[in-house]
């Protein structure tokens, strides 16, 4: 796809959903299934926690939308088949796009003292 298509595709999509937002970032370190998802969500976003039926509604959605990929686990016959994630090419774009946007927003908020700076900024 062309770079002007790329960029007019990730606008497109945001701005990201917040839920939308914490699973991409969640994957954003490598491929996950559904459950490590959830742990990673809960560990590094101040305690949102997830539906698990919300989280697969969103994860479909998310495919459907280009932004990640599902590949299967081969499990031994006892065992069900686990799902992995893992961002496509676009999927990366549009969490990084988000990202800017997010600190973007954070910065105003800072420039605005809602937000106090981190330590060590002045």
Do not use: W
Request: positive net charge; aromatic residues 4%.
């Amino acid at each position: 796809m062309p770079a002007d298509q790329t960029a007019t595709r990730i606008a497109s999509l945001l701005p990201l959903l917040p839920r939308d937002y914490l699973i991409l970032f969640a994957l954003v370190d490598g491929p996950r299934h559904g459950h490590g998802i959830l742990k990673s969500v809960e560990a590094g976003s101040a305690g949102v926690l997830f539906d698990p039926a919300n989280l697969y509604r969103s994860l479909r959605k998310l495919h459907r939308d280009g932004l990640l990929i599902e590949a299967t686990d081969r499990a031994p016959v006892s065992r069900p088949i686990r799902r992995r994630y893992k961002l496509t090419p676009l999927g990366r774009a549009v969490v990084t796009a988000e990202a800017h946007r997010l600190a973007t927003l954070a910065d105003a908020a800072r420039a605005r003292r809602l937000v106090p700076a981190p330590q060590g900024v002045e």
